[in-house]
Every structure is written in structure tokens, then in C-alpha cells.
């Protein structure tokens, strides 16, 4: 070689930056560039001599042996990616190539190596694919979708929720163009929207979409997406695709919309609804809050709650401030607040605390409903309640008075029409006794026209009797209690039907069910009330009918039910209730003898022994009358029935006219 040759190559070794090391074929160091003193701290003089396993890791120890094993075999190693070790202990990444160095005879002679320090270079490395790595996984896990495209608009990559909104997975999406996986359109005309990647190709910027966009899903379902897209540009600045970024906002447009309703609702209702903070200053006012209070939004927010409060009422604003604070609610409370123009108002205030999103009391909402006209209501209800109570109580005055009056005029007139048919009982009684002396003492010297008078006289005296004694009984019935007792039916009937001539009308059938149960009554009383429902049986017969009844008992809870039932003319359904006035006939009876005592008498005793009466019957089908009284018990003693008065009951029974 010549010697400019070798002077070159002197100056090469010497200032190359990669490591030339060379080295015999047992590995001994026998040249050592400036760059490999650089590199693994050894100095020429140090190193040269020395064995190549000074910069050998222990960790790499067995790599050697094969190199040199490869070396002799004539056999070159190259881009070895390896670890040396420097002076200091401190490792180099290196990459090495080991080529053997041949004599004239193509023997294997020595080697030389070639280290390049790769420290830098697979650190390079290693940031890119951890930024690589790092960008993947942000993707992955970002909560928006994400789309990145070619510049030609195919779809490169889809993260997960873009693959989840779409519904297009990401081998099936990649390579196609943006618009068949990312299909959107107008929410409300339906019309395709602009293709994002056409706008940011346009604007060169990055863009967001247009509002109200929906994304029709590769399934046929429909999200709301609020969207932006952006142009990728590498390091020369030359955009080489685009990213585009969309959310769902299905949720968030729902509470837009929510919002807006309530805001609507709020501002058109009537009530007055005022926000405020803890310190009493309104923060909201809606439109009601304007009517009712006369003052304008920008006139009442910021000023204190406590304008609309009457100075005698500012210490209710403390009390509903401190509850409030409690997170305690206030409910219709009913009380008196000021317009504007000074009016009061009469309102129900329903205050809830506002909660912030920690549950912390921020401030109050009130609702204020004018209760103006319901207080004027409930007032002139109040006065009217009063007046007619005034009215109700003079009216009771007033029927108390005439109820006394027409007692006493009642009871005067029933005094008067007793002593008046006592008065007359006694004359009567003269005039038929004397009218029988003469039928029987002159009788057969009279001409028979005047006998007959007679006989007429004596009758119609006696049933003029009847009646008097009929009045009688019925008056003596309308006071005082009587005391009752256990009384036999299963004798007292036959007796009355024995007894009772009337009663015992001839040809009549009388049928007596026994045993017929014990009451609790009196014995007078219940006989006149017998003969009465029995000689009305035998009494109210078609004429040419013998009549027959039939009576017997049948138990009806405490009580017992005796039933009078005849085979007569019956009576119809709407003349049952008034059968039972004083003085009723009922039209139909004019040919039957009578005085309309009879059911009266019958009533008023029920009456005052405690009991009822009733009846069931039909036109030409005979009548049931049933009587109801209290079942008589072992041991019954003396009772005493509701009826007032002191006065004992008639024993005398009433006879029928
Ligand atoms: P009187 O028997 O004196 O007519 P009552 O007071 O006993 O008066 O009866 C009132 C009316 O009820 C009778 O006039 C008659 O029209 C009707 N009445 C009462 N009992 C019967 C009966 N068993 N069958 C049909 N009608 C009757």
C-alpha cells in the first residue's frame, strides 16, 4: 500500500465515529480507534494488548467464543445487535460487524470490528413506539369515537366507540370511504349532511360540524352526535388524512330539550317561581313573579327577597332562611306579601332548597301562589257561614216556640175532645138506657115504626159509645212510658179471640199457629192492639167471603214477628203507610163500619211498648199485618219502653166502631 494510501486510512480509523477494533483470532486487542477509546473509555494504550472481553458484558460472555469460532471458519458477522460494556461499568447498545482479515494465501489471519454506538438510535426507537402504543391506547380508551381517514377519505381506524355508534367493526370499516360508515344527516330535513372530510379538505382547518346531526347506524338505529374533524398533517406540513371526533349527545340534546320545556313551563305558569340565594338575593324571576309582584326581572334580580316582605312579617324570612339551610322544605304556607305599587297580596309559599351537585344547600326556589281571591272567598264563606247560622239558630228559636205552642194547643185540644166525649158519655149512656126502659117496659103497646126508631136509637148509641171509648184510648195512649213485661202470646191471642164479640164474628176461621213466642210488652196495650188487627181481618172481607186468618210467630233477631194475616180486600201498595193515620179510611172501606181509629190506636201502642208494625198486601189478595217487639227472656222483668210520660197506658182496648 502506498504511503498516502495508508495515511488516509490512518486519518479515516481516526476520525470515524463508529468504533474499529481489531482484535487476533484469540480475541486480543491489537488496534483501537480514537472513537472506540470514546466509546468504551479505554484509552489506545490501555486497550491495545488487552483481551477483547474487557468491553464483553458477562452476560454476552458466550457470544464471543462464537464469533471467533465463526471468524475462523472465514465467516463474517454482521449488524450484530448487542450490548458492550464501558470502562465505567455503564452499558452501550451497539451494533457490530465482525469481518475476518485474510493473508495473501485467503487465510484466516485476524478481524477487525465495527461498532456503532446505537444507544440513541433505540431510544429514538423506543419513545416512537411508546408514543405509538400510548396514542393507541388513548384512542382506545377515549370516550369519544374516533374515525381517522386516508386522503382519500378511506376509513384507516376505528376505536371502539366509533365502532360501537357506527355498529361497523374495525376490519370490516377499514378501506372504505367515510361516508358509507359514517352516515349522517340533518336531524330535522333527513338530508345528507356535508361529508366532514370534503369541508376540512376545503377549510384546511379543523372544523366542527353543523348542529343536529344524526348518525344513522349501520343496524338502522339513529344517534344524535355533536362532531368536529381535523386534518393529520406529517412533519413537512402535508396533510396526509383527516380525524374525525364524535360523541353521542342522545342524552345531553334530551336534557336541552328538557330544559327548554321546564324554562317554558316555568315562565307561563301562573304562580310566581323565584329563585334565591342563601343570603335572600333573588336570582330567577319568571313571568308569574311579574305579574303577581309588578316588578320586572331586571328590576328584581340581585335585590333582596325581603322587598317583598311586609316589615311586620321580615322575621318569617329568617325562620324559612334557617329551615332552608337545614335542607328542610316549606309547604303552603299562608301569608301576606307586597307588590310593587305597595297592594298586598295574599300568597301560599311552597320554598324547596336548590341543591348543588355535592347535596350542599345553595340557595332556595319559591313558588308563590296569589291567594288574593280565595282569602276574599273564604271570608265572605266565613261572614255567610255566620249569617246563616245566626238564621238557622233564630229559625230554631222560632220552631222550638211554635213546636210548645202546638203542644199545648195540641195537648189543650186533646183535653178538650176527652172531656168533651166524657161529657158526652154520660148523657149518651142516659139516652140509650132510658131508650131500652122504653123498648122494654111500653115495647109491645107501641106500634111497630116506633119500636124499630127505638131499636135504631139503641144501636146507634152504642156505636156512638164505641167511638167515644175509641177516642178515648187514643188519647190516653199519646204520653208516658209503660213498664213491660214477659207476656204470654200463646194465651193472650186465644183469650182476645174468646173474649172479643166482635172478633168472634161468626163463621170467621181463625187459625192459631202454636206455639206462638213470648214477648216483652203489655198485656193491655197489646190486647187492644190484637182485637184491632184481628176485627179488621174478619171486617174487610169481600162480601160473600168467610173470612180466615191466620196468626202465628216466627223469631227476627232479639225480637219476634206476630203475623195477623186475613183473606180480605187488601190494600194497595201506596195506601199502606197512611192506613195507620188517625181518622184514614181508605177509599173502598165506605161500606164497611168503621171510624179510621183502629191503626192509629195499633201504632201508637207499638210505639210506646218500643215495637213496630208493618204490613204486606195486594189488592184482592188479603193482607199480612206483623208486629215486632222484643223476645221475651227467662226471668224477664218489668221494663220500662221508650215513650216519655209518666201517665199509665189505657187497659181498656179499643173497640172497633
Ligand atoms: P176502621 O177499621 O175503623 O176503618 P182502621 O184505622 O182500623 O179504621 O183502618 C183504617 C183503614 O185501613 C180502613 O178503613 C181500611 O180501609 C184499611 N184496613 C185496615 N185493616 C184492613 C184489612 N185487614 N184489610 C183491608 N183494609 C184494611
Known amino acids: 500500500m502506498p504511503e498516502w494510501q495508508s495515511a488516509h486510512l490512518a486519518e479515516a480509523l481516526n476520525s470515524c465515529d463508529d468504533a474499529i477494533i481489531g482484535k487476533t483470532l484469540d480475541g486480543i486487542i491489537t488496534s483501537w480507534n480514537p472513537a472506540a477509546a470514546r466509546m468504551f473509555g479505554y484509552a489506545t494504550e490501555e486497550a491495545v494488548g488487552s483481551p477483547i472481553s474487557i468491553i464483553i458484558p458477562p452476560e454476552r460472555a458466550t457470544e464471543e467464543p462464537e464469533i471467533l469460532a465463526r471468524l475462523r471458519r472465514g465467516i463474517r458477522t454482521e449488524r450484530l445487535e448487542t450490548l458492550r460494556i464501558r470502562k465505567d461499568g455503564r452499558r452501550v447498545a451497539v451494533c457490530a460487524t465482525i469481518s475476518p482479515i485474510h493473508d495473501r494465501e485467503r487465510k484466516v489471519i485476524a478481524a477487525t470490528s465495527v461498532l456503532r454506538d446505537v444507544t440513541a438510535r433505540n431510544e429514538a426507537a423506543d419513545h416512537y413506539r411508546i408514543a405509538q402504543e400510548r396514542l393507541q391506547a388513548t384512542l382506545t380508551s377515549i370516550g369519544d369515537a374516533v374515525i381517522v381517514t386516508d386522503i382519500k377519505g378511506c376509513v384507516e381506524f376505528l376505536n371502539p366507540v366509533a365502532e360501537a355508534l357506527t355498529g361497523w367493526p374495525q376490519d370490516e370499516a377499514q378501506g372504505k370511504p367515510l361516508e358509507v360508515v359514517f352516515h349522517i344527516v340533518n336531524e330535522v330535513t333527513r338530508q345528507r349532511a356535508e361529508n366532514p372530510l370534503a369541508k376540512v379538505m376545503r377549510e384546511g382547518i379543523a372544523v366542527g360540524l353543523a348542529n343536529h346531526t344524526l348518525l344513522l347506524q349501520r343496524n338502522g338505529g339513529e344517534v344524535a352526535i355533536d362532531d368536529s374533524a381535523a386534518p393529520i398533517r406529517n412533519g413537512s ?35 310566581a317561581i323565584v329563585g334565591k340565594d342563601l343570603d335572600g338575593r333573588i336570582t330567577s324571576w319568571n313571568g308569574g313573579a311579574e305579574r303577581i309582584f309588578g316588578y320586572s326581572r331586571l328590576e328584581a ?25 337545614r335542607g328542610e322544605r316549606v309547604d303552603h304556607f299562608e301569608t301576606i306579601r307586597l307588590a310593587k305599587d305597595r297592594r298586598k297580596v295574599f300568597v301560599s309559599l311552597t320554598i324547596s332548597p336548590i341543591l348543588d351537585a355535592e347535596g350542599q344547600v345553595v340557595g332556595a326556589s319559591k313558588i308563590a301562589r296569589d291567594i288574593t281571591d280565595k282569602k276574599k272567598a273564604e271570608r265572605e264563606l266565613a261572614d255567610a257561614h255566620l249569617l246563616l247560622q245566626r238564621h238557622a239558630e233564630d229559625l230554631e228559636r222560632q220552631v222550638a216556640l211554635r213546636t210548645a205552642e202546638l203542644k199545648e194547643s195540641l195537648e189543650e185540644l186533646e183535653t178538650f175532645s176527652s172531656s168533651l166525649s166524657h161529657d158526652l158519655k154520660g148523657p149518651l149512656r142516659a139516652i140509650e138506657s132510658q131508650a131500652q126502659i122504653i123498648r122494654e117496659d111500653f115495647g109491645q103497646h107501641l106500634p111497630s115504626e116506633a119500636k124499630s126508631m127505638l131499636d135504631r136509637i139503641i144501636a146507634r148509641c152504642s156505636q156512638l159509645s164505641r167511638f167515644i171509648d175509641n177516642v178515648l184510648s187514643y188519647a190516653r195512649l199519646r204520653t208516658g212510658g209503660v213498664a213491660l213485661v214477659r207476656v204470654e202470646l200463646k194465651e193472650l191471642v186465644p183469650r182476645v179471640i174468646e173474649e172479643y164479640p166482635h172478633v168472634r164474628q161468626a163463621n170467621a176461621k181463625i187459625a192459631i199457629e202454636q206455639p206462638l213466642l ?11 192492639v190484637l182485637a184491632n188487627l184481628v176485627s179488621n181481618g174478619v171486617k174487610f172481607v169481600a162480601p160473600g167471603t168467610c173470612p180466615s186468618l191466620r196468626i202465628w210467630t216466627e223469631p227476627c233477631a232479639e225480637r219476634v214477628r206476630l203475623w195477623v194475616e186475613d183473606n180480605g180486600i187488601g190494600i194497595p201498595k201506596h195506601d199502606q203507610q197512611r192506613a195507620f193515620g188517625l181518622f184514614t179510611r181508605l177509599p173502598g172501606s165506605g161500606r164497611y163500619d168503621g171510624s179510621g181509629i183502629g191503626l192509629a190506636v195499633v201504632n201508637r201502642a207499638m210505639h210506646r211498648m218500643g215495637g213496630r208494625v208493618g204490613l204486606e198486601s195486594e189488592p184482592g189478595k188479603g193482607s199480612r199485618f206483623w208486629l215486632e217487639l222484643d223476645a221475651a227472656e227467662v226471668g224477664d222483668g218489668i221494663l220500662h219502653a221508650s215513650p216519655r210520660s209518666t201517665a199509665p197506658a189505657s187497659e181498656a182496648p179499643a173497640h172497633k166502631a
Open 237 to 271: 406540513g402535508v396533510t396526509s388524512g383527516v380525524v374525525l371526533v364524535f360523541r353521542d349527545v342522545g342524552v345531553v340534546r334530551a336534557a336541552e330539550n328538557m330544559r327548554a320545556k321546564l324554562s317554558a313551563i316555568v315562565e307561563s305558569s301562573d304562580d
Open 301 to 325: 334580580v340581585g335585590r333582596s327577597i325581603t322587598m317583598l316582605i311586609p316589615p311586620d312579617r321580615l322575621s318569617e324570612e329568617a325562620e324559612i332562611l334557617s329551615r332552608l339551610r
Open 518 to 528: 213470648a214477648v216483652r210488652g203489655h198485656e193491655a196495650l197489646l190486647t187492644q
